[in-house]
């Protein structure tokens, strides 16, 4: 089944799950709320600390550390002894520990998530199983995020379960089909390969799989990746 839609991705997380921003009117008028949001935090009228200490599910406005700038966030935990949060940004998918006095009142009809829902979608990549060891792991992610920063791309969403991340096979937007997938570079470069054991829906794409079976067995041939030793998985 074909359900193309162009994204960019904002965020590996160290599992390798992917953030994701879909292309569209979300994206069009994020960019407008941010542009609004960016004069807001610049007035210094706005210049407010939270009310009281914040709370774990609480939304705020977060001044993010790289750049200075303020992001729509949600606060994950909470440390009242070093006043400190993490922070998780809504909109791009990324996390930091970050002091209160960083912090501002998300109370703004016009910059709520009920009028704009958060932009960052949880994804993981299809049909793919990365590394265990934590080095190779590493090296997954790193290729993930270097292939991927800046890039607009065409995400074919393969699964899209009622509780957790979509599944998705990332294409460039000059691709022709699925089988020259970013998914495939990432097997072919040993840095993942097609699970063992597959899921009832995974079973209907046989193409797909066949392709990135092909590229796992050329990938093990020339011991790449996590082959380097040979194919450890065989019993």
Known sequence: KKDYRDVVVTHVEETGKLKLQMIGPGTANLTELMNSFRTFHLNSANNQQLPGPPKAGDFVAAQFTEDGEWYRARIRRNDRDAKQAEVYYID????????WSRLRPLSQPQFSP???RPQAVDAVLSFLQLPTASEYLKDAIYFIEEQTAGKQLIANVDHSPSDGPID???????A?????SFNGDVVSEGLAMVPKKLKAWERAYGDVLDALRKKEAAAKEER???WEYGDLTED
């Open 176 to 180: 022709k089909s699925l089988t020259a």
């Open 224 to 226: 790449k990746g996590m």
């Open 168 to 174: 998705v096979t990332l294409i460039e937007q000059s």
């Open 92 to 99: 791009y998918g990324n996390a930091e520990t970050i002091p």
């Open 114 to 116: 009920q009028k704009l």
